[in-house]
């Protein structure tokens, strides 16, 4: 009889504490997964957000170069002209960055986009109708150099 006792009595200790065991493991995460199962952050999110915040200070520092700010908040400087001159020089020179990144990595050539003659001449889609062409040429090639780290990432 006590032997029974005994064995319920352990049996019941054992069962309660695989219940403890199952829902401490179970608040250590939240309901994104992002916690182990020791309830410490998961370290790849944590390098995630670190990324995000480096290249949201290196845009701020970027659109911040020569008193000329990001008013349009799309990460570009804001150097003044028409809407036009500018959305088509930084689509044209994004597109020309992003395809000239990605033939430089695929080559295996070091990361220079200087040295690239659609960088140098800064007029792809240009038209005179648009504006000043040196304008067109400024805001191309800060776009052909975003365009060119996100090609030569392998974005």
Do not use: P
């Amino acid at each position: 009889m006590k032997l029974k006792k005994l064995g319920s009595g352990i049996l019941a200790l054992s069962f309660l504490g695989l219940m403890g065991l199952a829902s401490s493991t179970t608040q250590a995460q939240d309901r994104y997964g992002r916690y182990d199962q020791n309830g410490r952050y998961d370290q790849n999110q944590r390098e995630r957000q670190r990324q995000w915040e480096r290249e949201q200070r290196r845009q701020q520092r970027r659109s911040n170069r020569n008193g000329s700010y990001d008013r349009n908040g799309d990460g570009y400087s804001d150097y003044g002209g028409s809407y036009n001159l500018r959305q088509t020089a930084l689509n044209a020179g994004f597109n020309e960055g992003v395809k000239e990144g990605r033939k430089d990595r695929s080559r295996g050539e070091r990361f220079d986009f200087t040295d690239e003659s659609a960088f140098q001449n800064a007029t792809k889609d240009y038209s005179s109708r648009l504006g000043d062409r040196e304008l067109y040429r400024r805001y191309f090639r800060e776009a052909f150099d975003h365009g060119y780290r996100d090609g030569y990432a392998g974005y």
